[in-house]
């Protein structure tokens, strides 16, 4: 149950969140806190899909060394606390409320106007500040260039990879998102870039191209990465980088996308021992760190569950886009499989390619259509209008309404697959009485 600490700290986000304001006034905000970033050391990562898988297995890595690693993950999908962490874990919502509350003094004070993503970064800084953290781990919201972490220059970048999502802030074009992306680069960094499409990695080099004293290491050339099955049957990759060669290391995400994601993460470890803000990482270390990595709400398979009368599956994604519908449907209809009947409940925003989110997924399973809690969110009536080609649409505007059709269309032992906003993920993991993590 949210506590009154939980409440103020959304009372405070909302407040940012819809006031319109952009966050080209941070540095100013974080000068009037006493630059409490200035000290921090890390890593950025960016990208259109698999930001957070990736600093997830970097923070778990490195808080397997034993130092205090700060991360600041967006969004969040059931408390404002999950965007503060320390070696993972959301922090307290009283040391939570402390921090956004500094934040929102501070703004009242000095009339500056920012929105919630600024909010978000400045709180985060504050609270690293006040815990010591060794090295941070900074995902950005969305973009790159625009970015409330563009204002922190810890000098290592991590690119995941670019996609069409969010045009109407970032560009219609893979180019355009790809040039947008990379304005988190400043001279001297050391980049890590996923795999890019031929029109973003173009674009990617030609701002790469105008920074001085670079270091450079891309997926499939500098870093490479191989799957294999191990002795005892489990997957582990074979890690490659120009620092270091990792062997038999576990990848415990769901998805073969996450692969990626987790060497990434590595070749970005191996980056800060480059530049020397991290000693160095032992292997058993790196080993039992990527083991212990949990990411709720990405492929999160709740088997049994259990509501009301119903017992069956529920498989949870976060799709917030085609090609993040894309790279996760091999993994829900290999699940799929397992179930005489599989039905999927979906809820986005107004401006998500509803009919393109939906194509990678057979047509003939049935789709609930709901709500999301959130102001620009897509109305049912009008995904089904653009679903119109699926052969069994249903409307229940209530996500628990929506959940509970789903289970009694596919019967006991079926799967339900919930794709959709961070906030829908976040109803149906309330709803099956999941803590935030």
């Known amino acids: 149950m949210a506590t009154k600490e939980d409440l103020a700290c959304q009372e405070i986000f909302d407040r940012y969140q819809f006031s319109g304001a952009g ?17 921090l050391r890390g890593m950025t990562v960016v990208g259109t899909n698999g930001k957070g898988s990736t600093c997830a297995f970097a923070v778990s890595a490195l808080a397997a060394t034993g130092l205090r690693i700060g991360s600041m993950p967006s969004p969040h999908l059931q408390r404002v606390t999950e965007r503060i962490r320390i070696n993972g ?23 500056l106007a920012v929105n919630a993503g600024a909010v978000h970064a400045a709180a985060a800084a504050v609270h690293f500040a006040r815990s010591d953290v060794d090295l941070a781990v900074m995902e950005a919201n969305i973009g ?92 582990v990759l074979d890690v490659v980088t120009p620092h270091a060669v990792h062997r038999e290391l576990p990848c415990p995400l769901r998805g073969e996308h996450q692969h990626h994601n987790l060497a990434l993460a590595v070749a970005g470890i191996d980056a800060l021992v480059e530049q020397g803000v991290l000693r160095g990482i032992s292997e058993e270390a790196l080993r039992a760190g990527l083991a212990a990595t949990r990411w709720p709400g990405r492929l999160e398979l709740l088997a049994p569950a259990r509501l009301g009368s119903w ?24 699940e799929s499989r397992a179930a005489e009947r599989t039905a999927l409940v979906f809820g986005t925003l107004r401006y998500k390619n509803v009919a393109t989110m939906l194509e990678p997924l057979p047509p003939d399973w049935p789709v609930v259509l709901t709500r999301v809690g959130h102001p620009n969110e897509a109305a049912p009536d ?24 789903a289970c009694e269309l596919v019967g006991t032992g079926g799967l339900v697959t919930v794709l959709g906003t961070p906030l829908l993920i976040g109803r149906v993991r309330e709803l099956f009485q999941l803590p935030p993590g």
């Not at 874990?89 to 004070?109: E, G, Q, Y």
Request: charged letters at 25%; hydrophobic letters at 40%.
């Open 23 to 39: 966050a080209s006034m941070l540095p100013q905000l974080l000068e009037a806190l006493g630059s409490p970033e200035r000290s």
């Open 89 to 111: 874990v959301p922090i307290s919502p009283t040391a939570c409320h402390r921090a956004f509350a500094k934040v929102d003094d501070t703004l009242r004070r000095t009339g």
């Open 382 to 405: 009008e995904m089904r209008t653009a679903l119109a080609t699926r052969r069994e649409l249903y409307v229940r505007q209530e996500t628990a309404d929506a959940v509970r059709h």
């Open 311 to 334: 017992t069956g599956r529920v498989l949870l994604d976060i799709a917030s886009n085609h090609q993040g519908a894309a790279t996760v449907a091999p993994e829900i209809l290999r």
């Open 144 to 235: 790159g260039q625009r970015a409330a972490v563009n204002c922190f220059s810890p000098g290592v970048k991590v690119i995941t990879g670019v996609g069409l999502d969010h045009e109407h802030l970032l560009g219609n074009t893979l180019g355009e998102i790809a040039r947008n992306k990379a304005g988190i680069v400043r001279d001297g960094d050391h980049v890590v870039l996923g795999e890019l499409p031929e029109e973003a990695a173009k674009a990617m080099d030609d701002v790469l191209s105008n920074h001085t004293e670079l270091t450079v290491w891309r997926i499939h050339q500098e870093v490479r990465y191989r799957p294999r099955t191990a002795r005892d049957g489990r997957t």
